[in-house]
């Protein structure tokens, strides 16, 4: 993703109109295509912050399954068990 200051050069020198878009992106270093997206002010909004993100709260535990230090339910565990009847499954279905 471009940085917000090459979107700002590429702004400026859009704004000035000294230059052509094909060389604003030879200077800037993006692509032609880039410049007429910021040009047209078309340009994708950032992502949403993960600001205000709450991690669970909840101690981790020692897992009685893999004796890993983990938030409960273990996802190891789970995705373990999830393998192992993928396999059985899949040995049942040869025979
Ligand atoms: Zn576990």
Known sequence: MLSD???????VLLRKGLVSQR???R?????????RTISLGMRRQRPPSNEGFVPPEE???RCPGCG????????????RQMSREHM????????
């Open 5 to 11: 200051w090459k979107v700002g050069q590429v702004e």
């Open 23 to 25: 060389e604003i992106a």
């Open 27 to 35: 200077r800037c270093g993006v692509s032609r295509g880039t410049v």
């Open 59 to 61: 101690n981790p535990q």
């Open 68 to 79: 890993g230090l983990v938030k409960m339910p273990c996802l190891y565990c789970q995705l």
């Open 88 to 95: 059985r499954a899949r040995t049942a279905a040869k025979q």
